[in-house]
């Protein structure tokens, strides 16, 4: 009996770790973006078009600063977050947009990115 009662909490706890794996966390950024582009503006100049038209789409829209630039973060509550890291390169940005699964992507979202570059 106490055996069976540890094999199931230790499922229970194994269901549960995965489902936290299927949120992770906006800053872990995965691997190649989904649009990755270049700019002749600086990170901040990008930064400042962009934040208010993603700001449009959804409301939450997040901005920190990173190493050499900024993240932008909109929040999804059924999937990934959509995140745009801007970062000084030579003379201007480039751009980085991580979107979520292809049913999923905001086409409003990108076309902002493509407006402000």
């Given amino acids: 009996m ?10 229970l706890l194994g269901m549960a770790a995965l489902l936290a794996g299927c949120s992770l966390p906006a800053s872990l950024v995965p691997g190649e973006p989904n649009m990755g582009k ?7 100049e990008v930064a400042a ?9 959804v409301s939450h829209t997040t901005q920190t600063s990173i ?9 999804s509550v059924i999937t990934a977050d959509e995140i745009l ?18 049913w999923a992507k905001s086409g409003a979202m990108r076309k902002a990115v493509r407006d402000c570059l």
Avoid: F, H
Wanted: glycine share 10%; aromatic share 10%; proline share 11%.
């Fill in 2 to 11: 106490q055996s069976r009662m540890l094999m199931g909490a230790g499922m």
């Fill in 85 to 102: 890291d801007i970062v000084k390169y030579k003379d201007g940005s480039r751009v980085s947009l991580y979107q979520g699964p292809p």
């Fill in 67 to 75: 190493s050499n630039g900024y993240r932008i973060t909109a929040p």
């Fill in 49 to 57: 078009c962009v934040l208010p038209a993603w700001q449009q789409e």
């Fill in 38 to 44: 270049y700019s002749d503006k600086p990170p901040k």
